[in-house]
């Protein structure tokens, strides 16, 4: 086991680090030396230190760079979603609110019969939210928000996204409550045996769904998000441990009506009659929230062009110049901005929400 004094067996307080006087915890770190360590790698284990100024241990073994990357880049402080920011959904954020975000809350109350599932898997099109309600529960559950690509653990990290996955949830374990986001969670979860499953890509596999398993039913007060446009290449073994699924459509007419009104509101441009947004909503069927942002932003820069056309030059124009955004600006830009998502492809989402989905 591990001895629990530093080298020096002195007591070091776990902030102050202008002396540099931090060995008893940076030591026995995978058999570095505190030498070894820049002031930035040192700031970032510093702050995961206990009162006793020791590393937790289970982070003592793990590589202090793959540490820093999780507290720098993967680790958000400040999220900065709040529900009110999300168009629809209304079924998906009740269902969060009761399945997770109390549960993060009053961890006293949901013990025993209530004690809440520690998976939950956010499926359907790319552009409908599921990033914006990970950030979002996070904010709510006043937890620490953690995002990763799996599909980066494959790619940027090859050979080490094990060590990298053992981090996570170390730095994770230790800023509780915390919410882990995985983006594209089918390229690490997959049930597809193809050729190019490597030795690699299944230890990695492994390594997650240890992890995962490590935390449920136990003490801690870590959420599992996952996120993919391709449920259907689950396994049973993903199936299991995200218990909870929830299908986050397209947004409605209302919702897109709502993303339109939201966005020109805020830069003060908007001015569509009711009959004018209607159109505009006739005309997005199919279009996703993110293709909504992208045709709001190409439909605002009409007034901007048309004010320029006119001969007032870009270093002297002028707010006022600008007229507010017109339903013509929205005919121009539907010409630019297509839907990303086929209709098709709802069809294989609907099926699977039937089949292995949480409510209907
Ligand atoms: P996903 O994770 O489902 O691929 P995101 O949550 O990353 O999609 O959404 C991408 C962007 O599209 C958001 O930053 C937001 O601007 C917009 N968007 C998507 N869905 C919604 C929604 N329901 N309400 C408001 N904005 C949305």
Redesign the pocket.
Known sequence: GFSRRGIRGNFVPPIRSNGGNTGNMTSRIAGKGEEALDDSTRRCLEILCGPDGELPERLRNLEPRLIEHVSNEIMDRDPN?RWE?????EHAKNCVTEMVIWPLLRPDIFKGCRSPGRGLL?F????????????AIAGEAKATFFYISASSLTSKWIGEGEKLVRALFGVASCRQPAVIFV?EIDSLLSQRKSEGEHESSRRLKTQFLIEMEGFDGGTEQILLIG?T?RPQELDEAARRRLTKRLY?PL?SSE?RS??IH??LKKDGLFKLSEEDTDTICKLTKGY??????NLVKDASMGPLREALRQGIEISKLKKEDMRPVTLQDFENALQEVRPSVSLNELGTYEEWNKQFGSLS
Not at 124 to 135: L, V, W
């Open positions: 979603v920011d999300i168009a629809g959904l956010l359907g099109p790319p552009g409908t939210g599921k990033t914006m309600i990970g950030k983006d996120a446009n986050i947004p919702a709502w993303i939201n966005l996703s929230g993110s293709d909504m942002k």
